[in-house]
């Protein structure tokens, strides 16, 4: 008799959370175990500036199929990542939440993520979600460049707003409305990387009509700068 041949959508969520690859006591492989499955850290990562409904995830992540988003929704929450809840009326949705351990989590995806980009195949091209442009800044920060510099810096992407805080500690970043912030920038994830990351010139993104700087223009000018990339391997 020929085996079916079961595809990833298939599969059952709880025997996806329950399996274990490496049979190895290493910290590390464990990790991997936890998060190691394809999707799984990157949702961690969209969790990270609190609660999201399960099509904002999908949003944010838009190569997910909706099966997969549940499967691997289903695993973390199992492993205790992660917890759904309901909101309160009048939204009465369910949301998705990072747990206390969950959120411990965030030097991790830094560390993994500044590491990784030091690669001459880190492509910034790509898609980049919200969460991905906010844990960037907070991974990037150079505080040298920083210096004496407090200031907040709102961020506008649609109908999702952040504010970043410079100030003694480094940067924090909050999921909030941005309207008070001393300078904002309205436009979406992938065009304010290019700005940071890119080197592209504000004036140029703003005359192309992606990206709406409001607020105190030498700011503006000066936070772009504040996030050197890594040298590349071979490039020092």
């Keep these: 008799m020929k085996l079916k041949k079961l595809t990833e959508s298939e599969i059952d ?132 460049r920083q210096g004496d510099l407090t200031a907040t810096i709102g961020f506008r992407f649609d109908d999702d707003g952040f504010v970043a805080t410079l100030d003694a500690r480094g940067i924090t970043i909050v999921r909030a409305d941005p309207k008070a912030a001393d300078v904002v920038f309205d436009t979406t994830p992938p065009m304010l990387a290019g700005a940071v990351y890119g080197g592209v010139p504000l004036a140029v993104l703003e005359g192309e009509g992606v990206m709406r700087v409001t607020g105190d223009r030498d700011l503006a000018e000066k936070f772009v700068t504040l996030f050197p990339l890594p040298p590349k391997l071979g490039v020092e």
């Design 13 to 144: 969520p709880a025997e996806l959370a329950s399996k274990r690859w490496y049979n190895d006591a290493c910290g590390a492989a464990f990790a991997l175990e936890l998060v190691g499955e394809r999707w799984s850290i990157l949702i961690v990562r969209e969790l990270m500036f609190g609660p999201r409904r399960f099509g904002e995830l999908k949003a944010g992540l838009p190569g997910i199929s909706a099966n997969i988003l549940t499967q691997r929704l289903t695993s973390l929450e199992q492993e205790r990542i992660l917890f759904r809840r309901k909101l309160p009326p009048p939204a009465s949705a369910q949301v998705y939440e990072l747990t206390e351990w969950g959120y411990l989590a965030e030097p991790i995806l830094s560390e993994l993520g500044r590491w990784a980009t030091r690669s001459p195949e880190h492509n910034p091209t790509l898609p980049f979600s919200a969460a991905s442009a906010m844990l960037s800044f907070r991974t990037m920060l150079s505080r040298e």
